[in-house]
């Protein structure tokens, strides 16, 4: 059940060093993380490259944010997009809100047109969105099991590639 005290919007101006520490406080400990999700976040926002870009707020303050931004299938842009990094303060994990963050983002997608989405992550997590594993799709260096698509409108294959701001040091 998702913590009813948490509002979620559209990230702000303004909301830039609040997102960067959550993102940072998230991963902290996370055991795949190389610490560098708030510099993608960062790096995104840059290139104007997330698509969505939604936080929840609690008590007044940012407690967690999600992004989406395109990714290209075969080098092309076919209407998939990428879910990720998904951030929770440490605080507040386990309650619901980052799962209300993924579920409200899909459901933008959808409604934006989009066809389908990737992450790369915990198939526990992510497969109760109804991402899975998905042999046509690969995208290289990471365990075809922790790729996971969700399609909205059909079959696709080929290699995944993120924008280039996920290979910020």
């Known amino acids: 059940m998702a913590d009813r005290g948490a509002t979620l919007r559209d990230e702000r101006a303004g909301d830039a060093d609040a997102i960067g520490r959550?993102?940072?406080?998230?991963?902290a400990d996370h055991p795949h993380s190389q610490q560098t999700e708030h510099r993608?976040?960062?790096?995104?926002?840059?290139a104007d490259a997330m698509t969505l870009s939604l936080v929840a707020e609690r008590d007044g303050?940012?407690?967690a944010h999600a992004?989406?931004?395109p990714v290209r299938i075969d080098g092309a842009d076919i209407g998939w997009y990428g879910l990720g990094p998904v951030a929770v303060a440490p605080?507040?994990?386990?309650?619901?809100i980052g799962r209300a963050l993924v579920e409200a983002g899909l459901a933008r997608l959808r409604t934006l047109g989009?066809?389908?989405c990737?992450?790369?992550?915990?198939p526990g997590y992510y497969g109760r969105f109804g991402f899975r594993a998905d042999p046509a799709l690969r995208y290289p260096g990471l365990p075809p099991e922790y790729f996971?698509?969700?399609s909205f409108d059909g079959f696709v294959s080929g290699t995944v590639a993120y924008h280039p701001a996920f290979d910020t040091p």
């Open 148 to 150: 996971m698509a969700l």
């Open 61 to 63: 303050h940012i407690v």
């Open 67 to 69: 992004a989406w931004s």
């Open 40 to 46: 993608i976040v960062d790096a995104l926002r840059a």
């Open 118 to 122: 990737v992450v790369a992550g915990d």
């Open 22 to 27: 959550v993102v940072a406080a998230a991963f």
């Open 91 to 96: 605080a507040v994990q386990g309650r619901g």
């Open 114 to 116: 989009a066809r389908g």
